[in-house]
């Protein structure tokens, strides 16, 4: 029998608060409390009760009697094969370790887009592309072990954006759609209402505690996610002067791309987005016809080298794979006029790919003693999905996965809390009668009652809609996996949409036993600062991580049962 070690901590309020909390907001009406929504200091004390609630629970923990792990993988038609599994994954589950110390690095991974049905869709892909039935396959972020899920809506829409999720996400604030960097207060598009309702990043209060900060992205580095992190508008759009509206000019706005160069010092920043750095007068070096979009003339690459020492910028795969980390300290690498290209279209001789800038960035920012903030974006895996090109999308985010993967070789879990998630999901939905080990991108098994074949793969909405004179289009495994192919619609739009449901945050390292349950976005930042003690938790109080310690302290217990398993055979 097992035995309870327990202690139930302000169990009064525990089981009381949330009813509480519930009967409060049924009394306000939607109008109050969407004023409520506007101030930070909202969603700043909604953080903080709920940082506060899961600090002070404690897991249950029971004393087991016996232990026995099984090993052996086993044939899955074989019950043994899924026993064993199962108390495999019970055994890692009851001995699972807590790191409350403080982290020195955080690295954020966004998956731009990545809903579950990605997730899941990924997996089976990188599965299929090793010559598996996919299934079974696991993506690395699969591996961590604690699990939660975000509430994506912004401020004033139901289905949210990058950019209002950004901000909750980087700097803790919900906010409207389509800004960037300024609480709820500031409606899309003005500029002037903008002034005074900035909010601050993570990456930014991590730079003033003295840590070096960076970020990746397969998008143009002005993109709505990475912008998140160093921006302050009421326009998402506004990359580059050229693109202020009359009202931001007259009223003193700066343009993202500007804002990238002068806001903050962020040390390593790889992506696209050339044209917004270069006046009209530059032409792009790998595209004659390309030329560069600031009306005032400045040279951003050049403002953002000044006064930095062993400062690179590169715009090719060459030229990056000759930085050398242990000489470089600043880096800039610009692939692409604007966003870098799908990694199915990507000529790998001319750049990068997410996973070799995310490695380039870690060796650059580790240098820093005192820790580093990382962001990596998969920012086209969103961009596949809006033009339900579900191949490109997939590819997208098994190669964000491979990413994920190699940073988790070159960081350590005791120092480093690192988290995946997305800032929003698609209408993209991932199912039909299909046998085990078929193709992601394949053909349902049975026939529609049209007598027609369909993927399994598919979009509720977007440019995929194919519908002539009352019939769709019949559809053969060799039309679907076409890198170009545009998945089946239901509904006719230029662009497939975003969705409303929640979408996962995966974490390990310092502090990710803080990610459980349902959160809202903008929880995640406060668990970063938090973990890094900087503003407004620099009081944390969190043991630097100790590296003399075991990652694995049931190491010892394994041993112990695989001596049992030789001794006492089953």
């Not at 912004?154 to 999720?165: F, H, L, R, Y």
């Amino acid at each position: 029998m097992l035995t309870p070690h327990y202690r139930v901590p302000s169990l009064l309020v525990i089981l009381l608060g949330p009813i509480l909390m519930a009967a409060s907001r049924a009394a306000m009406d939607s109008q109050a409390l969407y004023e409520l929504e506007k101030e930070p200091a909202y969603w700043d004390a909604q953080a903080r009760a709920t940082l506060d609630a899961a600090l002070r629970l404690r897991p249950r923990e029971h004393q087991a009697k016996n232990v026995i792990l099984f090993l052996g993988d086993g044939d899955e038609l074989d019950p043994l094969y899924w026993n064993n599994k199962g108390r495999n994954a019970l055994h890692t589950a009851l001995n699972k370790p807590r790191n409350s110390h403080q982290a020195k690095n955080v690295i954020l991974f966004l998956g731009d887009g990545m809903g579950i049905p990605t997730v899941t869709a990924a997996r089976i892909l990188k599965g299929q592309l090793e010559r598996k039935s996919g299934e079974e396959s696991s993506l690395a972020m699969d591996s961590f072990p604690h699990l939660a899920l975000s509430k994506t809506y912004n401020v004033d829409q139901q289905m949210p954006d990058s950019a209002g999720t950004a901000t909750a996400y980087q700097c803790g604030v919900k906010a409207n759609y389509g800004t960037l960097g300024v609480n709820a207060a500031a409606p899309r598009h003005n500029c002037q209402a903008s002034h005074g309702n900035d909010v601050t990043s993570v990456l930014h209060r991590a730079k003033l505690a003295g840590k070096s900060v960076g970020i990746v992205t397969t998008t143009r580095v002005q993109h709505a996610s990475p912008a998140a992190a160093y921006a302050h508008v009421a326009s998402r759009d506004w990359y580059s002067d050229a693109d202020l509206s009359e009202e931001a000019v007259q009223n003193g706005c700066r343009d993202i791309a500007y804002q990238l160069v002068y806001n903050t010092e962020i040390d390593v920043i790889l992506g696209g987005g050339r044209t917004y750095m270069f006046p009209t007068t530059y032409q792009d070096p790998e595209y004659p016809t390309v030329k560069g979009a600031r009306k005032d003339e400045k040279n951003l690459v050049d403002e953002w080298l000044k006064n930095k020492q062993n400062a690179k910028y590169v715009w090719n795969k060459a030229d990056f794979d000759a930085i050398n980390p242990a000489t470089t300290d600043f880096l800039m690498g610009l692939f692409e006029p604007k966003d870098c290209r799908y990694e199915l279209d990507r000529d790998p001789s001319m750049d990068p790919s997410l996973t070799e800038m995310t490695e380039k960035a870690i060796r650059i920012l580790s240098k820093n003693p005192k820790g580093f903030f990382l962001f990596v974006e998969g920012g086209r895996i969103d961009h596949g999905h809006h033009a339900t090109m579900a191949k490109k999308a997939l590819h997208e985010a098994v190669e964000f996965d491979r990413a994920i993967e190699r940073a988790a070789d070159l960081v350590s879990d005791l120092d480093t809390l690192t988290i995946v998630t997305a800032d929003h999901s698609h209408v993209f939905a991932f199912g039909g009668d299909s046998p085990r080990g078929n193709p992601v991108l394949g053909i349902a098994d049975t026939q529609a009652t049209d007598n027609k074949h369909f993927t399994t793969a598919v979009y509720g909405n977007g440019p995929g809609y194919k519908i002539a004179n009352g019939s769709r289009p019949d559809v053969n495994e060799s039309v679907s996996t076409d890198n170009n192919y545009l998945q089946q619609t239901a509904v006719p739009l230029d662009s497939e949409t975003h969705g409303i449901e929640d979408v996962a945050i995966f974490a390990k390292g310092p502090m990710s036993h803080l990610f459980d349950g349902v959160q809202e976005q903008s929880y995640i930042a406060h668990v970063m600062a938090y973990a890094l003690c900087i503003d407004p938790y620099v009081d944390c109080q969190l043991p630097e991580a100790n590296h003399a310690v075991a990652s694995h302290p049931s190491l010892l217990l394994l041993l112990m049962s695989l001596l049992l398993i030789t001794f006492y055979p089953i």
